[in-house]
């Protein structure tokens, strides 16, 4: 595997239904961070880590709780999601160091329906 | 606090044609920026960057941006347009307002390239 990779890469889930998003990066990164894309609205910041370590959070709603065991792995955990947390999910990753101007890897993205 | 706005959430080209994709921006600081492309069920893939060298900046496939300070402006363009480019594409910002050692990414609306053959 190269790059960054996302699973599942669709996911169906009820309202009262547990799951989880996996992110891994290949790219000896060590900043990582997950996007919310939803429709007609631009892709909004939600976690970054660094060295794993949360240091971003964007008044996300805690029923999505991140974890980063290690400076390679990201997840996302879903609970008790809302039809409006329907979105595509993208985790970036970049080295840290470079400052602003480092460039964000993206992977594919998982594509979550709450029904 | 910075912002992007991208002009026209579609723009329309025949193959072989001009593209030019808008990006303007906002910041109180001097801005880093970003051309991103998405294509159908995949995730970003970075086009070029601007970090504050050259003010025209070349990128992948093709594509060049230039940035104008004076009017804050980093549009994309290409000189002759292929199929596929179809794609969305996104302009975003980052500044190093926030003493970060890694960035923090504002991005734009998207703009949904169409290419007709």
């Known amino acids: 595997e190269t790059g960054v990779t996302q699973t599942p890469r669709h996911l169906v889930m009820g309202m009262t239904n547990k799951k989880s998003l996996k992110c891994e990066q290949h790219?000896?990164?060590?900043?990582m961070y997950w996007y919310k894309q939803s429709a007609k609205k631009p892709l909004e910041l939600m976690f970054v880590?660094?060295?794993?370590?949360?240091?971003e959070n964007n008044s996300v709603p805690s029923r999505f709780s991140p974890e980063c065991p290690n400076s390679s792995h990201l997840f996302l955990h879903l609970h008790t999601l809302q039809p409006e947390d329907s979105a595509l999910y993208l985790c970036?990753?970049?080295?840290?160091?470079?400052?602003?101007?480092?460039?964000?890897?993206f992977g594919p993205g998982t594509r979550l329906l709450v029904l | 606090a910075q912002s992007v706005t991208q002009l026209g959430s579609h723009v329309s080209v025949s193959e072989g044609a001009l593209v030019l994709l808008r990006c303007n921006y906002s910041?109180?600081?001097?801005?880093?920026l970003f051309w991103y492309v998405q294509y159908p069920n995949q995730g970003l893939q970075l086009l070029l960057k601007?970090?504050?060298?050259?003010?025209l900046v070349k990128g992948i496939n093709g594509f060049e941006a230039e940035f104008k300070k004076s009017e804050t402006s980093f549009h994309l363009t290409k000189p002759s347009a292929h199929m596929s480019d179809a794609a969305e594409y996104f302009c975003?910002?980052?500044?190093?307002?926030?003493?970060?050692?890694?960035?923090?990414?504002?991005f734009g609306q998207g703009t949904i390239l169409t290419v007709h053959p």
């Open positions: 970036a990753s970049s080295q840290v160091g470079g400052g602003p101007q480092e460039t964000q890897y």
């Open positions: 790219l000896g990164h060590n900043a």
């Open positions: 880590y660094n060295f794993k370590e949360q240091t």
């Open positions: 910041s109180s600081v001097p801005p880093y």
């Open positions: 601007y970090t504050s060298a050259a003010t």
């Open positions: 975003a910002v980052s500044t190093d307002a926030g003493g970060t050692s890694y960035g923090k990414l504002t």
